[in-house]
DNA sequence: CTTGACCCTGACGTAACGTCAGGGTGTATC
DNA sequence: GATACACCCTGACGTTACGTCAGGGTCAAG
C-alpha cells in the first residue's frame, strides 16, 4: 500500500513516516520505480513496535537501537525506563503539592537559595551568601513563617523520610551515577525538598548538590547512611541536572 | 552586577540570561556604554518568579503575560496549570502499569487497533478493519487470551470506573473542549484505556475520539451520561491529540 | 489532454536553550 | 606601551520530533 493508506491505518502522519524513513527507523518495504513509498504488513508490524515504543517516552534513536539491535536487552530496558516514568511522577508530584500550597497561600512563589532540609539546618557559605542577599525580603520573612510553623511531628516524618531516601543512596554506592535507578532517587529528593520546603529548582539542586561534598558538615550528616554516599548523591545531582 | 555573577548566583547560565533578554521575559536593569548588561537585586527577583513559573511547568511565553499583565488572575492560571499537572502524572501512572503490565508478560508491546473498553464492545467498520488486518497474528490472540482472562469483577470494576469517566465528562458539558479540566478528563481516559486494555497512543486515542460521534452505537453508549457528552468528548479528544 | 488526487524533496518553524566561532573590553602585569 | 587573561558581546548552527508550506512530478479518469 502507499503511503496515504499507510498512515490512515497506523493513525501516524504522512510527515513522520517519510521522517522515520529518513532517520533510518522504519524504512518502506519497496519503492515504486517512480520513488513512490511502498509498506507492506511486516511495515506496518514494525511501526506498532516503534509507537509502542514511542508513547512510553522512549526517545526514537533508542527505539532504533532497541529493534535493530538482536541481542538488546528488550526487559532491562523496560525496566530501567520504568524507573525514570516512576522518578517522573514523583517529581509530578511534588509539583501538585507545591501548585497547591501555593494555592493556599502557604508558598510564595519564591525559594531560598539554600537548604533548610534537616540535613542540619547550619548554614553555608553558599546559605549565608543568600541570606545576606535575599534575607530582608517579604520572601524569607514568609518562609521562615511557614517552616517555624511545622510542628514537631512533622519535622520528625520529614527527616525521617530524608533518611529513607540517604539510605536508599547508599545502598546504590557502587553504581554508576547515571543509571535510572540513582537518577530516580534524585528525582525523589527534589520531590522531597518541594513538598517540604520550597521550589527546589534544578538550578537550586544543583547547587545543594556541589555543597554536599564541598562543605564537611552536609557531607558528615550524610554519610551517617554510609561513607560515599555524600559523593554519590553529589555526582547523581550532577548528572541529573545537566538535562 | 555584571552577567556572570548574576548567573552564578540563580544558578541559570548566561546563556539563558542573554536568551530570556532576547525574548524580552527579563531584561538587565542596565547597559554598560560598551554594551555589558548589569542586573540589580530587583531583575534577580524577577528572575526569582520566572524560576518558580518554569520549575511549574509553565512556557516561557506565558510567563511573560502572568507577568506582564498586572490584571492576570495568578490563582486562576494555577489551577487550571495543576490540572495538567495532575494529568500528567495520571498518564504516567497509566504508563508505569503498562511497562509492568509488559515485563510480565501480560501485554505484547503492540496493540489492537480497536476499543474493547466496555463502550459495547461491538465491534465498528473501524475495529472490523483491524481485525481483518491483525486478526490473524499472535497479537491478536495473546490480547485475546488476556481480556478473556478478566473476570467479571474485573470488568465490572472497570466498566464503572469507565462510567465515571463518562459522568465527569457530562458535569462539564457547556465547557470549551480545551479548558484544562476537559483535557485533564481525556488524560485519565487515555491512561484508563492503557490501564485496562493496551497501549493507547494518540493515534488510537484520535481514532476512538472520531468513533464516539460518528458510530451510532458509542454515541448512545456514552449519551447514557447525558446528551451531547460524546459530542463533548469527541471534541475534546480531537483537541487532546493536535498536539 | 486536462483535471484532480496523490506522491516527492527541500526548507523553514517550533521550545529552550547548549555550544562554538570570531571579535571587542577591562585591568593587571611586564 | 604592549601583552596576557578574564570577561563581555553578537551571530549561527545543533538539538527533538515532527508541522507546514512551496514547488514540482505521477497516475488514473473523463
Not at 528488550?74 to 509539583?95: Q, T, W
Not at 513563617?145 to 519535622?155: D, I, L, Q, R, V
Not at 520529614?158 to 540513582?182: K, M, N, Q, S, T
Request: hydrophobic content about 40%.
Amino acid at each position: 500500500m502507499k503511503i496515504q493508506e499507510a498512515a490512515r491505518l497506523t493513525g501516524v502522519t504522512e510527515r513522520t513516516l517519510r521522517y522515520y524513513d529518513r532517520i533510518g527507523l522504519l524504512h518502506p518495504s519497496g519503492m515504486t520505480e517512480s520513488g513512490y513509498r511502498l509498506y507492506d504488513e511486516d511495515a506496518l508490524r514494525r511501526l506498532q513496535q516503534i509507537l509502542f515504543f514511542r508513547e512510553l517516552g522512549f526517545p526514537l534513536a533508542q527505539i532504533r537501537e532497541i529493534m535493530d539491535s538482536p541481542g538488546y536487552d528488550m526487559n532491562e530496558a523496560l525496566r530501567r525506563h520504568r524507573l525514570l516514568l516512576v522518578a517522573e511522577r514523583d517529581r509530578l508530584n511534588g509539583l501538585i503539592d507545591l501548585a497547591e500550597r501555593t494555592l493556599k497561600g502557604e508558598n510564595d512563589m519564591s525559594f531560598d537559595a539554600f537548604d533548610r532540609s534537616g540535613i542540619d539546618r547550619q548554614r553555608d557559605a553558599y546559605a549565608e551568601e543568600a541570606r545576606r542577599r535575599w534575607g530582608g525580603t517579604d520572601a524569607y520573612a514568609e518562609s521562615e513563617k511557614k517552616t517555624a510553623g511545622y510542628g514537631k511531628e512533622k519535622w520528625a516524618s520529614v527527616e525521617e523520610e530524608a533518611d529513607e531516601i540517604f539510605a536508599a543512596f547508599a545502598a546504590l554506592r557502587g553504581h554508576a551515577p547515571d543509571e535510572p535507578d540513582v537518577q530516580a532517587l534524585v528525582a525523589r529528593w527534589q520531590a522531597h525538598i518541594t513538598r517540604n520546603y520550597y521550589a527546589c529548582t534544578k538550578e537550586i539542586l544543583a547547587g545543594l548538590g556541589q555543597m554536599y561534598t564541598a562543605d564537611e558538615r552536609f557531607m558528615q550528616n550524610i554519610d551517617r547512611a554510609g561513607a560515599g554516599t555524600a559523593q554519590l548523591m553529589s555526582d547523581a545531582i550532577a548528572v541529573y541536572c545537566a538535562k
